[in-house]
């Protein structure tokens, strides 16, 4: 019998390699505007951890060490203002992306089910629904969810708006997803980055937001953004301690396991505020560089309110604007790369270094 390959879609980021190539004809080379990665360096705390721990032997644990599993359920405490968790409410992951891939196998979800995923989204939850075989609506209306959605997400800052949400509005997620018996999962891994307050971003088990039930709730956290850990894949979920008992018990059989210097890498990154801050701090200052570039240029930036990203528009299709941004050596994202209800916008990272985000600023000036 022949062998079906899975229906995936092309990878977008190969739809930018002609404008990459134009953008790199700039006398003064490429500025690549268009990808999250972090550019400035590890902390040192993180990195004495991660060199403490390399006598790794045994087999780490699937689960997390006790350490490290108390290591979220603090930050979760100190940072979130959720303080109810115990260690079984918490699991670490090989990053966050792998287990927004693969939550709706691991759920069982398939070809009768629906996933929700925002208007405008990162488009892994929609890989993840194809992976499990099962169909996706892009919808931030939860009067718009079928009847048979058994995985709703929700993410909050947004990829790529950074559209937050604030408590009343997970409340009418988690009320929803509740009345259809789904699975609500609240992608938070920008939540640390916060432009309109030095506080993180409500999460999903704020008890504000879930009235002390957890059932059915997860919130998924990475720590590649607030400390510079995306060569690590740092990540974890908290909330229903069933759905963590059942994410453990299929993680063991697959064998996805963070490994032993990782784990004390992430106890020593949840355990230090200050690196954070500083990071922030960082972030911030490229951002108003950038950022007052840009709406000079003409652009208006809608929503950003957190996260790592601008997102802009001048009432053009967004390929256009990123061949113009190309022809000036920088190179950004069509919203189309997040679904088909944003044409007109593109995504602008911040990922950059002083110099680069001062140099872009200067290049963007030339759109005007």
């Known amino acids: 019998m022949a062998r079906t390959p899975l229906a995936l879609p092309d990878f977008p980021w190969d739809a930018l390699v002609p404008y990459a190539t134009i953008a790199k004809k700039h006398p003064g080379g490429i500025i690549d505007l268009s990808v999250g990665s972090p550019v400035d360096p590890t902390p040192a705390v993180i990195r004495d951890a991660l060199n403490a721990a390399t006598d790794a032997h045994a087999y780490p644990q699937v689960a997390g060490t006790p350490a490290l599993r108390e290591s979220i359920v603090d930050w979760y405490s100190r940072r979130r203002g959720v303080h109810d968790l115990t260690v079984a409410n918490v699991l670490p992951s090989i990053g966050s992306k792998e287990l927004i891939a693969w939550l709706p196998l691991m759920l069982g979800l398939g070809a009768d089910d629906v996933v929700v995923h ?211 050596g920088v190179l950004v994202v069509p919203g189309s790369f997040y679904g088909d209800n944003a044409p007109e916008h593109v995504r602008i990272a911040l990922t950059v270094t002083d110099a680069q985000a001062e140099a872009a600023a200067e290049r963007i000036a030339q759109l005007a």
């Open 118 to 328: 925002p208007a405008v989204a990162y488009p892994t939850y929609a890989i993840g629904a194809a992976l499990a075989g099962a169909s996706v609506v892009a919808s931030d209306d939860p009067a718009e969810w079928p009847e048979n959605t058994k995985l709703v997400w929700v993410n909050s800052p947004g990829n790529p708006d950074g559209r937050v949400l604030d408590v009343d509005g997970l409340k009418r997620a988690v009320a929803r997803a509740r009345e259809l018996g789904a699975v609500i999962a609240s992608d938070e891994c920008y939540a640390e980055l916060n432009w309109e307050g030095d506080e993180p971003t409500p999460s999903i088990l704020d008890p504000r937001v879930i009235d002390g039930d957890r059932s059915s709730v997860l919130s998924v956290y990475s720590l590649s953004k607030q400390s510079n850990l995306a060569g690590y894949r740092a990540g974890f979920v908290a909330g229903c301690s069933d759905l963590i008992a059942e994410l453990l018990g299929i993680r063991k059989h697959a064998g996805l396991i963070p490994p032993a210097p990782v784990q004390a890498a992430m106890i020593a990154a949840l355990g230090d505020e200050a690196h954070v801050a500083a990071q922030r701090e960082l972030y911030r200052a490229r951002r108003d560089r950038v950022k007052t570039a840009v709406e000079a240029a003409g652009f208006r930036v809608d929503h950003s309110e957190a996260g790592l990203y601008l997102w802009a528009t001048r009432g053009e299709p967004s390929w256009q604007t990123v061949a113009a941004f190309a022809e000036v």
